[in-house]
């Protein structure tokens, strides 16, 4: 029978110490210079260069992408960080040039703030400039938030003037960049008008979420081509259901004729300071076009404390929503626009929920990918408290899996890695603002990691989503490599219809011909794989049409004598789960029951090394670490088996929208040094 285990050959473990040895002596003879602005530095290798020309003879090229994942480009860090400067509150990235806020420093006034630049060149990053506002004062927290888009900077200054606030923004000319136009409210006051800036060519949208006294409001801005650059005020924004201490325009994001704000301060049906966020469209004025909220969210989350747009999508963070992590663990919400309707579509949390772990204080949305911040959990392995973390997300079909932990390995207590962050296609930028630097505590810095490879960590084992499968014909059963069952029992009746909602084409099964016994399509992960190490998940989305009697189980490759666990959609609307434990005695679900034409996203996460799986419905943890108890005697989790329970109505029909399987290795990919990520297992 074969089996793959996530365990690696000798080879491999020579290879990643290799990699590790040669990447620390890369990133000590790496330090980054400070070149004359008009003098480009002489061409070297890239971190990954590098590598490639350390590669041990007889590694494979899938463990060798499997090492390569996560390299380090740069840690940056001010020449001459102070204490508290706090240089990487806020970050931004464009094209080959970082932008980073240092709130705190105290160059030109007491807490006056800065922004560095720094540009790509050959592979290695150099500082470039310290940005000021010509009207400096101190308090200022010039830096506090920022944004990049091409030649062009927007920085906010909410401090500004007893914290009315002030943006200013700044153009590059070749390497030089000049502040050319400062915005500020019309009228005195504590507007904290800079909290957030969002910015694209013509547009720049500045967030003044007033969070004492006012509802807040959010500042569009437009500017005419390069033969008229005058930037005018196009609106003001407000909620039209705003109300004192809304903080309405604490974040914001703009993506063309689209606007999303954030208001972590509105009380809502879930209690006080539940949030909210708002989407406003651009059609000749703008106009309030949706008021999103978390579905099953709690008062004090902070929902759109952090807030992301990427077109018809929007990922919104509440760092303070309770859940499986314990209190103020953190959770984000993605929502998805179907037409002129928004919906909550996913509710994202991180594979090692920690209470007040902060996990959503930042969030970054890049097309299939998210990148979410944590700036209170701990790093894997050590007990150093807000060392912080960054999580990056991928989306296949409707489902979105977690496929990379990111930490600093030479972390400290109470950095806030992960405090800010940026991902622009295969970059990311993370800020750990409380970091020590070389000269002082509290100064700041932050990490650059290419992840072009992470897909070697998180990639799928089973990725089934029915999308290019004919429709109303019955279903193939080719398997995992197809995105089809490899078995479908005579009795149950498998095939492709569409959605009337969502458009989609989904797996509908009923009975063909009625049966006193289960009867359930096999799905097999790639290469009839089986694994017994590191850390699995399985999600799917289930609709029970109609009828009643439901199962899901997770077994073995070929048999189903391993019950790592099964689900049960009861007849009576109930719902339980079983295992190896207890001989496969069902436990139920307190509190939860299924209803017809619902749909519910499922998932089950498994520490294979630990012998526990977590499992949630629609993002909401029910069970957390139960032992599967299964004794695996050197077999492995590599099937899912959905269909019919014993005893269902003959009329029963449910309809499966995605099945999606991803594995990973449990340990950190560091931000700093190197962190060997093992490949994706194949059967021998």
């Known amino acids: 029978m074969p089996v793959s285990r996530c365990t690696f050959p000798p080879r491999f473990r020579l290879a990643a110490a290799l990699v590790v040895s040669m990447l620390s002596w890369f990133i000590s003879t790496a330090a980054l210079a400070s070149p004359s602005p008009n003098v480009e530095a002489p061409p070297r290798p890239t971190a990954a260069e590098a590598l490639d020309r350390q590669r041990p003879a007889g590694v494979s090229d899938d463990i060798w992408l499997a090492l390569r ?41 007491t807490n006056a703030g800065a922004a560095y630049t720094f540009e790509l060149v050959n592979g290695s990053w150099a500082r470039r400039s310290v940005l000021t506002a010509q009207d400096a004062a101190p308090g200022d927290t010039f830096g506090w938030s920022v944004s990049l888009a091409g030649d062009q900077a927007l920085i906010g200054a909410p401090g500004k003037n007893g914290r009315t606030g002030a943006a200013y923004v700044f153009r590059r000319n070749d390497r030089v960049w000049t502040q050319v136009e400062k915005f500020q409210p019309s009228t005195a006051g504590e507007h ?48 039209t259901d705003g109300a004192a201490g809304n903080s309405f325009g604490q974040a914001v994001s703009l993506d063309g004729n689209r606007v999303l704000i954030g208001a972590p301060g509105t009380h809502g049906g879930a209690g006080g300071n539940s949030g909210a966020a708002y989407v406003f469209d651009r059609a000749g004025s703008w106009n309030q076009t ?20 990427d077109g018809n999508r929007a990922l919104i963070g509440a760092a303070g929503a309770d859940g499986g992590g314990g209190l103020n663990s953190g959770a984000v919400y993605v929502f998805d626009a179907y037409g ?8 994202l949390t991180a594979s090692d929920p920690a209470p007040h772990g902060s996990f959503g204080i930042s969030v ?64 990311a930028l993370i800020g750990a603002s409380r970091a020590p630097s070389d000269n002082a505590e509290r100064s700041g810095v932050a990490y650059v990691l290419a992840l072009a490879d992470t897909a070697a960590n998180g990639a799928p084992l089973l990725f089934a989503d029915f999308q290019d499968k004919p429709l109303n014909q019955p279903i193939g059963n080719g398997g995992a490599a197809a995105g089809e069952p490899v078995q479908i029992p005579a009795e149950l009746d498998a095939r492709v219809r569409g959605s009337v909602v969502t458009e989609r084409r989904l797996l509908e099964l009923s009975w063909a011909d009625h049966a006193l016994s289960r009867a359930l399509a096999r799905f097999h992960w790639l290469d009839e794989a089986e694994v017994d190490s590191g850390t699995v998940t399985v999600s799917l989305r289930l609709t029970p049409d109609r009828g009643g009697g439901f199962a899901v189980h997770l077994r073995e490759s070929q048999t189903s004598e391993k019950r790592f666990g099964d689900l049960h959609l009861l007849v009576d609307g109930t719902a339980a789960i079983s295992d190896a434990s207890g001989d496969g005695e069902l ?13 519910y996203l499922l998932e089950w996460t498994y520490d294979l090394d630990a012998g526990r799986y977590d499992f949630s419905i629609d993002g909401v943890r029910h069970f957390e670490g139960r032992p599967h108890n299964v004794e695996q005697n050197g077999r492995g989790l590599g099937a899912a088996l959905v269909g019919m329970h014993a005893l269902s109505y003959p009329d029963s029909r449910l309809y499966l929208d995605d099945i999606f399987v991803t594995w990973s290795a449990t340990n950190d990919i560091f931000a700093d040094g ?3 990520v093992p490949g994706l297992p194949s059967a021998r």
Do not use: C
């Open 69 to 109: 994942s996560a390299v380090l480009e740069s840690k940056l860090t001010p020449p001459d960080g102070y204490l508290n400067d706090r240089f990487g509150f806020s970050v931004s990235l464009s094209g080959n040039w970082a932008l980073i806020g240092a709130l705190g420093d105290d160059r030109v006034g």
């Open 192 to 239: 904290r008008f800079g909290t957030s800036v969002s910015l694209e060519r013509l547009r720049a949208v500045i967030g003044a979420p007033r969070p004492e006294d006012g509802a807040g409001a959010a500042y569009v801005y437009d500017r005419g081509g390069s033969t008229n650059p005058i930037w005018w005020l196009d609106a003001m924004l407000t909620a």
């Open 290 to 309: 949706a008021r999103l909220n978390a579905s099953g969210g709690g008062a004090n989350d902070r929902f759109g404390g952090s807030v992301s747009l």
């Open 340 to 347: 002129s309707n928004w919906y909550q579509t996913s509710r």
């Open 364 to 427: 970054s949305l890049n097309g299939n990918q998210a990148l979410i911040g944590a700036t209170h959990v701990e790093q894997i392995g050590s007990s150093f408290n807000d060392l912080g973390a960054a999580y990056l997300f991928k989306h296949y079909g409707h489902l979105w899996s977690q496929v990379g932990r990111l930490s600093a390995s030479d972390g400290v207590v109470e950095d806030w890695f992960g405090h800010s962050v940026i991902l622009r296609g295969d970059r």
């Open 587 to 599: 436990v139920f679900i307190p509190g939860f029951s299924w209803s017809y034409g619902r749909s």
């Open 674 to 676: 190197f962190e060997a």
